[in-house]
């Protein structure tokens, strides 16, 4: 369990956050932002935070 847990810091850290996502989220995420919806699936992150990176 520690390995996956420092694998997920791994990437976090390094920025790798689609990866993290395509690793690690479930199909169904809720993510929240500051108590509000961010996303409610795993390819509505994804597409988000892609569009972030692309700034």
């Given at each position: 369990?520690?390995?996956?847990?420092d694998d997920f810091i791994a990437?976090?850290?390094?920025?790798?956050?689609?990866?993290?996502?395509?690793?690690?989220?479930?199909?169904?995420?809720?993510?929240l932002s500051n108590g509000e919806?961010?996303?409610?699936?795993?390819?509505?992150?994804?597409?988000?935070?892609?569009?972030?990176?692309?700034?």
């Amino acid at each position: 369990m520690q390995k996956l847990i420092d694998d997920f810091i791994a990437l976090n850290t390094a920025g790798k956050v689609l990866e993290l996502c395509e690793k690690y989220y479930d199909a169904n995420v809720l993510m929240l932002s500051n108590g509000e919806i961010f996303a409610q699936s795993m390819k509505e992150a994804y597409k988000k935070q892609k569009f972030f990176l692309a700034l």
